[in-house]
């Protein structure tokens, strides 16, 4: 979270990047807030559906931040290490969900 503010901090600021920063800042926490929800689960397919909904906004911080490394808003490479930092978030994510649900069927 700490990397996404900071990327924002430096972003130029115009119409366009303040939409995209309310958008990244929105996904972001939200899949934190979501992932917190899901650590408190009550039951196991509990647990699975909030991590997807996790993952879901996840990804779609992973999309605005690819929005934000393809702009002229911050110099080039500066959201590179957060863009890979949220790939690898949604793939843990996205196994956390099936080992989980799979830990179910059995």
Do not use: C, P
């Not at 958008?23 to 009550?42: F, K, P, S, V």
């Amino acid at each position: 979270m700490e990397g996404v503010r900071q990327l924002l901090a430096g972003l130029r600021v115009d119409a366009a990047s303040k939409h995209v920063a309310k958008q990244l800042w929105r996904a972001a926490t939200g899949g934190g807030a979501n992932y917190e929800e899901a650590r408190g689960a009550e039951s196991r397919a509990d647990f699975v559906h909030k991590i997807r909904v996790a993952t879901k906004e996840i990804r779609e911080a992973y999309y605005w931040l690819r929005v934000v490394q393809r702009s002229n808003w911050l110099a080039a490479g500066a959201a590179d290490r957060l863009v890979d930092e949220i790939d690898q978030l949604v793939a843990i994510l996205v196994a956390s969900a099936r080992t989980a649900k799979s830990s179910s069927s059995s």
